[in-house]
């Protein structure tokens, strides 16, 4: 069975840096694309960042574009994503997201709010 699960959600200050982690179990990371989403308050869920399974350079979305940075760890099934210089706007419920050419898989989420 396929989990995967997000932590690191927090309160944080505009301006300040977080970083969230995606633990993958019951599949191979490495056979995946491996994407980070979002939803905000209100609103549709929307791509972040996203790395294809063979790896390479991630690709974001402009509104975080030198500010986040997506990693993962193959063999530790983790997904990362740093974020810094973090903004009001990026507040946001935090998805992590496995697709191949026939599975999709979605975690939990994981809360970031950023207020002073």
């Known amino acids: 069975q396929v989990h995967l699960v997000e932590s690191g959600g927090a309160l944080v200050q505009p301006g300040g840096s977080l970083s969230v982690s995606c633990a993958a179990s019951g599949l191979t990371v490495s056979m995946y694309a491996m994407s980070w989403y979002r939803q905000p308050p209100g609103k549709e869920r929307e791509l972040v960042a996203t790395i294809s399974s063979a790896g390479g350079i991630p690709n974001y979305a402009d509104s975080v574009k030198g500010r986040f940075t997506l990693t993962r760890d193959d063999a530790k099934k983790m997904v990362y994503l740093e974020m810094n210089s973090l903004k009001p706007e990026d507040t946001a419920v935090y998805f992590c997201?496995?697709?191949?050419?026939?599975?999709?898989?979605w975690g939990q989420g994981t809360q970031v709010t950023v207020s002073s």
């Open positions: 997201h496995a697709a191949n050419w026939v599975y999709t898989y």
